[in-house]
């Protein structure tokens, strides 16, 4: 399965949030927006006005959008409005995921259902025929910077027997040179990379030692 780079802009500069995306939008495949609520999670970090900001000066990059808020069924038009071109968001944030998920299929824009550490991947089992990404969490959401749970890989694995070759395993939280291998290798083919590119003095770098990496 071809794999993806989706870079997330959590510990970016937001004083220089253009120059920063520019500086590396034709190295990555995706740009990954962490909404964040102060609910669902214990951060609070943007919103749509921003999502609408990045879609009118870079028209033509993928925004991959993972909602961390309470009430998804509220708010997922809204994110779809602003320009986003899949938009992920909880399972456990609702009971209303499979009616969400046809909605933004219904959209034309992909699909996706994101679950914590914690949450058992079998949840996705009802949800695989609306679904274009599954978002495995390796870290607990809320904040960039923290190290990958192990443990996921076995979930990766298990995703991958239950959603086949034809839906996106992403995987987010601590993915760097150490950890991207192993879950490629468990399955994943998106990987949401933040501080590992945004904290380096060489952007450009980092991204093609990752890709390096995913291809041998
Ligand atoms: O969703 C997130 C946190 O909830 C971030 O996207 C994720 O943690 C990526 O940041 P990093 O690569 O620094 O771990």
């Known amino acids: ?3 993806k780079i989706s870079a997330s802009i959590l510990n970016a500069n937001f004083l220089r949030l253009g120059q920063e995306i520019s500086e590396i939008k034709d190295y990555i495949d995706e740009i990954h927006l962490d ?3 102060g609910h669902y999670v214990d951060n609070i970090s943007f919103g749509p006005d921003i999502i609408s900001l990045i879609r009118k000066e870079f028209s033509d990059i993928t925004l991959d959008t993972h909602l961390m808020i309470c009430n998804p069924d509220k ?3 809204t994110f779809i409005e602003a320009g986003a071109d899949i938009l992920v968001f909880h399972k456990e944030a609702t009971q209303k995921a499979y009616h969400i998920l046809e909605k933004i299929k219904k959209s034309g824009k992909l699909a996706g259902i994101s679950l914590n550490p ?3 991947i079998n949840q996705i089992e009802p949800l695989v025929d609306v679904i274009d990404r599954v978002l495995i969490m390796t870290v607990e959401p809320g904040f960039g910077g923290q190290s990958f749970i192990k443990p996921m890989l076995k979930k990766i694995e298990k995703a991958r027997k239950i959603l086949g070759d034809n839906i996106d395993i992403e995987v987010d939280g601590g993915i760097n040179n150490n950890t991207v291998k192993d879950a ?3 399955g994943a083919n998106t990987f949401v990379v933040g501080s590992h590119i945004f904290k380096s003095s060489d952007k450009i770098a980092e991204i093609e030692k990752l890709r390096e990496i995913l291809e041998h």
């Open 1 to 3: 399965m071809k794999y």
């Open 35 to 37: 909404i964040m609520d």
């Open 75 to 77: 708010y997922w038009h």
């Open 118 to 120: 914690a949450t058992d």
């Open 184 to 186: 490629q290798k468990a």
